[in-house]
């Protein structure tokens, strides 16, 4: 027997694909003990873009969310996502918010922390993957798929073992666009199950349609893990659904041992979600469709929207056509990183302005500059030397990792915290979205006054108007 085993991503990226990141732990939580007893191999619940969205729009604390589903699920792991040196923010953090966010993470529930990079470069990696280790953490390491010259299998092969010598409890395939085919998958997953001696993972998003068939191929060719949404959540930019594929292996040699039956009321249980979500508008009938341009530009479902937005802005929504033939360009130019958080925005945004302004790096925004100037990390391949001159003029590229440039921040991150602390992990949360968090400590205590207020009221009896 080769038992597949399945990672439950609708408590996590799931919703942040259709839905914006809006689930609220309320309607996580009557469903929690029914997840917990399916069998899954982890459920994803926390990081990527929840932890920024909680606090954002939902007036919750990321912390208190993660507390309040290991509370709920005793017996299967909890998952993260975490963007490396981003953390689960935008720019490069010190080495000691990396670890102690590292520790935090793991003390509030966290089992499993999937690390990636969006230009794969490793550098930004080792320090979370070791503080994961340190604290008794499943560190898994990912390779952000794309396609270019400089990407293949044997290269992506060499990158996983490179993860496996840092330590890597696991490795994941992460194909946030939807672009593995399925005969690439199964050769991909050969090279490595050839190479590595941990478990890999696959992670994919139905964008272009191709999600279930790149599984089943991944899985015949010795996949151990993949990660699927139960079915009201899934297809479209989310992940490929839960229940065709314990339906399809089952018997197999590949069976996941999963209840169908109990998949069922988990499935119902979520629908009401969706219905909800599609009625309010929520949920975009755009998102729930096949998109081909994600397999002819490589543009991830996310980011297509970006582009369509930023076009609607400027008042030139008929150059899409323009922009999308134009986001190769700027990718190639940038020395091809693959399209992920961050790296999808940057090269979307310039290649919007080039078309925009009819002149190629006309103006170029802090961001293109920092991927190009070498703030990110090292491209896969070399930035084209003359948009770089160009970009850069006099400044001298950087070659280091980024984060040895970063000295110790987080007892000035604390200080500057210390009014609104009420948990040690506030100084985290402030530390990576300072503007968002001080709204969201400020909501939450002017909440903590009105209920004093109203309790006082209770106590002291009412007085007659």
């Known amino acids: 027997m080769t038992k597949v085993l399945i990672t439950e991503t609708v408590l996590r990226d799931a919703h942040q694909s259709l839905a914006a990141t809006r689930m609220s732990i309320d309607d996580m939580r009557d469903a929690l003990e029914m ?123 060499s990158d996983a073992k490179a993860l496996e010598e840092m330590g890597a409890d696991s490795v994941c395939i992460k194909d946030m666009a939807g672009l593995l085919l399925p005969y690439e998958a199964y050769d991909l997953v050969k090279a490595l199950k050839s190479t590595l001696s941990i478990p890999v993972e696959l992670h994919t998003h139905y964008t272009s349609g191709v999600g279930s068939m790149t599984y089943l191929k991944a899985i015949e060719a010795g996949c151990d893990i993949i990660d699927t949404a139960i079915s009201p959540l899934a297809l479209g930019t989310s992940q490929p659904p839960t229940e065709p594929f314990v339906a399809t292996l089952a018997g197999t040699q590949y069976d996941t041992g ?12 979520f629908r009401v979600i969706r219905e909800r979500w599609l009625a309010s508008g929520l949920i975009s009938t755009k998102v729930l469709g096949v ?69 190629r790096y006309k103006m170029v925004p802090k961001e293109s500059k920092a991927l190009v100037k070498g703030e990110y990390g090292k491209t896969p391949a070399p930035v084209n030397p003359e948009i770089q001159k160009r970009i850069l003029g006099d400044e001298e590229p950087i070659t280091c990792r980024p984060a040895d440039l970063l000295p110790p921040e987080l007892d000035s991150i604390r200080a500057r915290a210390a009014e609104y602390v009420e948990q040690e992990e506030d100084v ?30 209770v106590e002291g009896g009412y007085q007659p108007v």
């Open 35 to 157: 997840l917990d007893n399916i069998g899954y191999n982890a459920l994803e619940c926390w990081g990527g873009a929840t932890f920024d969205s909680t606090m954002r729009f939902l007036n919750e604390d990321p912390w208190e969310r993660l507390r309040s589903i290991r509370s709920a699920c005793k017996k299967t792991k909890l998952q993260m996502l975490l963007r490396g040196q981003n953390l689960l923010g935008y720019k490069h953090y010190a080495d000691d918010v990396v670890e102690y966010f590292v520790q935090r993470s793991v003390a509030n529930g966290i089992d499993v922390v999937r690390i990636f990079d969006a230009l794969n470069d490793f550098r930004n990696i080792e320090v979370a993957m070791k503080a994961v280790r340190r604290e008794g953490g499943h560190a898994q390491g990912c390779i952000a798929f794309t396609r270019s010259p400089f990407h293949s299998s044997e290269k992506f092969a």
């Open 258 to 269: 999963l209840d169908l039956v109990q998949l069922s009321e988990v499935a119902a249980y």
């Open 291 to 359: 998109d081909v341009n994600a397999l002819i530009y490589q543009v991830p479902g996310g980011m297509l929207s970006n582009l369509v937005s930023q076009l609607q802005q400027a008042g030139k929504e008929d150059q899409l056509e323009a922009v999308l033939n134009e986001v190769p360009r700027v990718r190639e130019d940038f020395g091809f990183p693959p399209l992920v958080t961050p790296t999808s925005q940057i090269v979307g945004t310039q290649a919007v302005m080039n078309v925009v302004t009819g002149e």
């Open 428 to 457: 985290l949360s402030y530390g990576m979205f300072p503007q968002v968090a001080e709204k969201f400590f400020q909501w939450r205590l002017a909440q903590k006054h009105l209920i004093d207020n109203e309790i006082g009221s």
